[in-house]
């Protein structure tokens, strides 16, 4: 069954946006920037930091890319396990 909600992620985003000085909108600009056919709001971006809501493959990538990441280092599918050293 598919996770439904991934507050993990959420906060990671809304560190990443804080230490960066962006607001939810900033950030849904700079995505939309990305991605001009697919406008992103600010109220997207909340829902996704608060409620953990699942974006869409090209929200993920534009919320990665606005970070200089890849979208794996913010979700993770859950099926990696961390191993102890």
Do not use: N
């Not at 000085?21 to 600010?42: M, N």
Request: hydrophobic share 30%.
């Amino acid at each position: 069954m598919a996770c439904q909600r991934d507050r993990h992620a959420g906060r990671h985003i809304r560190e990443l946006r804080e230490d960066r000085g962006l607001t939810p909108e900033q950030l849904s600009y700079e995505i939309s920037k990305q991605y001009p056919d697919y406008p992103v709001s600010g109220r997207t971006i909340r829902r996704i930091e608060r409620e953990g809501a699942i974006p869409t493959v090209r929200v993920k990538f534009g919320i990665a890319r606005a970070f200089g990441k890849v979208p794996s280092e913010i979700w993770c599918s859950g099926t990696r396990r961390r191993v102890a050293a």
